[in-house]
């Protein structure tokens, strides 16, 4: 706790006089937006095990991000993202995008796609906790990965409060381009260049901001291709998936109570082993305290092949940037306690100590 405690006080008062990117101008018409954040964290877990409990304990970077974007008269662009917390620079995001329209933006590449409104389209500087909901987390272990990315097209609309966004994507959700749709040229001798995909994914997602910080939405895809995640002996298996969201104060410190409730359902075919049908819930609260900090709590459950696994978070978060004046999620520290009640897992607890720095 020491540690990060001087971490974050070190770094507070850099960090606390600027609420957006930093850009530079490269050329009259190129500029450079950089931006990115680091997680350090100390953790404790148990696991109840029938020879008694498996303990861990340990010090470690949830997240070290860099994020680039290099925009042309701020109509087109990209941006590459890259996270080093593995001890390793790998790529997060990789994508192209112009504005097509008022309101009108295209990307192709690497990015996340339409998805739960709690992965990874909430940013990581602004979760609730020290990690995502784990019903949304599982969800993402089942269907795109747990980047929650895939190589693809989109295009987003937005006017006045609303967003929707259309998207088609190779449903692998890889980096990989042999098990996407990518295809060499006609001078290759291997035309196909690597397995043949059963199909393409289709996502869409949408979210109206009513006001006094109500926000709704819903998503919903359609995946063909089968990816070898979903494979449980037989083959990957297509999917059906969708889900909705309701939130008041979408933001940690945004207001002075919060409530959150997501909700999701996902369908496989089937394999031949009978159909699986996951679903899941998500309830948050949270309430501001100490002027610049919040106590929040978060029920879960997520059925699978009608096996239940119950969640629970607690804990508080503590903002110095947002007691200074600054945006709440420029420093942060977070104390949470997870408990995890499986019928389908062992039982777990966990207590994370995690910081923040943003910029």
Do not use: C
Not at 51 to 56: E, I, K, N, Q
Not at 126 to 154: F, H, M, S
Not at 342 to 355: F, K, M, R, T, Y
């Amino acid at each position: 706790m020491y540690r990060l405690t001087v971490f974050l006080a070190a770094a507070v008062l850099a960090l606390t006089s600027s609420a957006s990117a930093q850009r530079i101008a490269l050329a009259p018409d190129l500029d450079l937006e950089l931006a990115g954040g680091v997680q350090p964290r100390v953790s404790l877990g148990v696991q109840e095990a029938p020879g008694g409990d498996a303990v861990r304990y340990g010090t470690g970077l949830r997240r070290a991000r860099i994020q680039a974007r290099v925009l042309y008269r701020d109509r087109a662009g990209v941006e590459y993202d890259v996270d080093g917390a593995s001890g390793s620079v790998e790529s997060v995001d990789l994508f192209a995008f112009a504005t097509l329209a008022d309101g009108v933006q295209m990307r192709v590449g690497y990015f996340p796609m339409a998805q739960p409104r709690g992965g990874v389209l909430t940013p990581y500087i602004v979760l609730d906790a020290v990690d995502r909901a784990a019903v949304v987390e599982r969800w993402l272990g089942g269907t795109l990965g747990g980047d929650g990315r895939d190589l693809g097209v989109d295009v987003t609309y937005s006017r006045g409060p609303a967003l929707a966004t259309v998207a088609l994507h190779n449903g692998a959700g890889t980096f990989g381009r042999a098990e996407g749709n990518y295809r060499e040229g006609l001078s290759s001798p291997d035309l196909i260049n690597g397995p043949e995909t059963a199909g393409v994914a289709g996502s869409a997602a949408v979210a109206v901001h009513l006001g006094a910080g109500v926000e709704v939405g819903a998503f919903g895809s359609v995946n063909g291709a089968a990816p070898a995640r979903t494979d449980r002996g037989d083959g990957g298996r297509a999917y059906v998936t969708g889900g909705g969201h309701l939130y008041w104060g979408a933001e940690p410190g945004s207001q002075p109570v919060r409530l959150k409730l997501d909700a999701l359902a996902l369908r496989y075919a089937d394999d031949g082993a009978g159909v699986q049908e996951d679903a899941g819930v998500s309830a948050l609260g949270a309430v501001r305290v100490l002027g610049a900090g919040e106590v929040f709590v978060r029920g879960e459950q997520y059925t699978s092949s009608r096996v239940t696994d119950r969640y629970l978070t607690a804990g508080l978060s503590y903002s110095p940037s947002a007691a200074l004046g600054g945006p709440y999620q420029r420093a942060r520290l977070t104390l949470a306690y997870q408990l995890r009640d499986g019928d389908a897992v062992p039982d777990a607890h966990l207590v994370i100590l995690q910081g923040q720095i943003a910029f």
